[in-house]
T-cell receptor, first 110, second 110 residues
Framework: DVKVTQSSRYLVKRTGEKVFLECVQD?????MFWYRQDPGLGLRLIYF???????EKGDIPEGYSVSREKKERFSLILESASTNQTSMYLC?????????FGSGTRLTVV | QQPVQSPQAVILREGEDAVINCSSS?????VHWYRQKHGEAPVFLMI?????EQKGHEKISASFNEKKQQSSLYLTASQLSYSGTYFC???????????FGTGTQLKVEL
């Protein structure tokens, strides 16, 4: 089974902090994605990557950046956390078909 | 632009059937369906591709009308385990980037 592991289940950070969310997949998938999930809004795409060192903006990239130095790892960076970035963050990976999601990181910015 | 799902919520008695619809304003390459149980990650159910190919869960059925830019998920003889939020995700361009709908909450009761 493909496994997508997100490093933290819950995180509490202060406004203005730099925050790193890590995601690792173990099935050699080319494609990796970061979404945030908010009630009533569904899942919204922040950034994605189809290859190492490659990244593309999704629908809501403002305030975020990403890093993909190795194929299995895709990191989401909040440069200066703000309260409106309080959310559930989901990482996913895929080859050509369905996504496999990680368990999510619930981030609270205070 | 996110695809529109309907209904937003539905309550069924065990054994009843339900249809969840997903409609896009853009031409579709493929449609994915996922189910998310409370506190868990979304789980891939099915992918429907342009041209009629389908891959996924053997007990789930779905349709894809390319002309109308719509897909429907059919849940028959519902079981308690079908409860959760169902999301459709659409691919409207090259690659495998999904735009998700806002979800349909399904509750199956005894």
């Amino acid at each position: 089974d493909v496994k997508v592991t997100q490093s933290s289940r819950y995180l509490v950070k202060r406004t203005g902090e730099k925050v790193f969310l890590e995601c690792v997949q173990d099935m050699d998938h080319e494609n990796m994605f970061w979404y945030r999930q908010d009630p009533g809004l569904g899942l919204r795409l922040i950034y994605f990557s189809y290859d190492v060192k490659m990244k593309e903006k999704g629908d809501i990239p403002e305030g975020y950046s990403v890093s993909r130095e190795k194929k299995e790892r895709f990191s989401l960076i909040l440069e200066s956390a703000s309260t409106n970035q309080t959310s559930m963050y989901l990482c996913a990976s895929s080859r050509t078909d369905g996504y496999t999601f990680g368990s999510g990181t619930r981030l609270t910015v205070v | 632009q996110q695809p529109v799902q309907s209904p937003q919520a539905v309550i069924l008695r065990e054994g009843e059937d339900a249809v969840i619809n997903c409609s896009s304003s853009k031409a579709l390459y493929s449609v994915h369906w996922y189910r998310q149980k409370h506190g868990e990650a979304p789980v891939f159910l099915m992918i429907l591709l342009k041209g009629g190919e389908q891959k996924g869960h053997e007990k789930i059925s779905a349709s894809f009308n390319e002309k109308k830019q719509q897909s429907s998920l059919y849940l028959t003889a519902s079981q308690l385990s079908y409860s959760g939020t169902y999301f459709c995700g659409t691919v409207t361009g090259g690659g495998n980037k999904l735009t998700f709908g806002t979800g349909t909450q399904l509750k199956v009761e005894l």
